[in-house]
């Protein structure tokens, strides 16, 4: 009953925010949750399978390209990107079927090389894409505080779907089966784990949730072309908010996301021309002091404090 009360108090206060925060606070809180929906989705394959997968942008970027093209067509604005998400899932179960029989930093590879063939590929479909002059898509408002609004509510829908579902797997017989196949792959298919099935079936929701928000994207901000919407930051950014969070965890990348995003919001307004090697530092730093994530902080404060003194506090 508590903690029914305390999500739904969670809950009308994240709603809140759309009404209390300005236009400029609100994309933030937009850009978080979008965060929050790449490091959940990576956190299927790469925190509870431990695949690493680079393949995060070619999902983000289909169901960006995928969603503008379709409303050029004349498709409603939520159906495009619904229809994304679907086109990314489709992908990314026919890309997980094609690479997910390689392991480490075999997979790795080829997961990072497809982003790159799907810039490439729709850099020379001018036709349909706009190629590299990039792709306009319609604003469907100009007030700009209901813009704004709608573009928070719809990515928090997505974040909290993409919650919603890492709580189910982490609790299902797949999550069960992912961290036997993160632990040993071999013996987890000696066990009876259908290993080629799980891994596809992560691979897939780490891609459909992703694919989702990347319509949204292209949206909320008007315009895509193929370098922002296949751009390898989104891949690295969701392992390194997975990392500072806690790989395998459900909130451990909902707590990464957030810290990720102020990171990169203090150290780009302070230190704009080394940004990325300063935001860098900082990140090796905590992986490195907090291999478990920042969830993992409570275990550690538990092993440095006697149990007598617990028992007491």
Not at 50 to 78: C, D, I, N
Not at 113 to 130: F, H, K, M, W
Not at 237 to 259: C, D, Q, R, S, Y
């Amino acid at each position: 009953m508590r903690r029914a009360a305390l999500a739904l108090a969670i809950v009308a206060a994240i709603v809140a925010l759309a009404f209390v925060l300005d236009n400029y606070a609100l994309r933030l809180a937009t850009t978080v949750l979008m965060y929050v929906v790449l490091a959940l989705s990576w956190n299927f394959i790469g925190g509870f399978a431990g695949y690493p997968s680079f393949a995060t942008a070619a999902f983000f970027g289909l169901g960006a390209y995928g969603a503008g093209v379709l409303q050029h067509a004349g498709v409603e604005m939520v159906a495009s990107w619904l229809c994304g998400g679907v086109l990314a899932t489709l992908f990314a179960l026919a890309l997980g079927a094609a690479i997910l029989h390689l392991r480490g930093h075999y997979f790795a590879i080829a997961s990072l090389v497809v982003p790159d063939v799907l810039r490439e590929i729709a850099n020379v479909s001018t036709s349909l894409t706009g190629g590299g002059m990039g792709l306009n898509i319609a604003v469907f408002s100009t007030d700009m505080t209901l813009f704004t609004r709608v573009f928070y509510f719809a990515m928090l829908t997505v974040a909290v779907a993409t919650l919603t579902a890492s709580f189910a797997v982490d609790r299902s017989k797949l999550g069960f089966g992912l961290r036997c196949i993160q632990q040993n792959e071999d013996a987890a298919t000696i066990l009876g784990v259908n290993t080629v099935l799980y891994k596809v079936i992560a691979f897939a929701l780490s891609g459909a949730f992703v694919g989702v928000a990347g319509g949204i994207y292209g949206s909320w901000v008007n315009y895509i072309d193929p370098a922002d919407a296949f751009d390898v930051l989104i891949s690295v950014k969701p392992i390194i908010m997975v990392l500072l969070g806690g790989a395998g965890t459900v909130l451990g990348p909902v707590v990464g996301a957030a810290v990720f995003l102020l990171f990169e919001e203090a150290v780009w307004r302070n230190f704009l021309t080394l940004h990325e090697g300063l935001l860098g530092a900082i990140v090796v730093l905590l992986v490195l002091f907090l291999p478990k994530g920042l969830t993992g902080y409570r275990a550690v404060l538990r092993g440095l404090v006697p149990a007598r003194l617990r028992a007491r506090s």
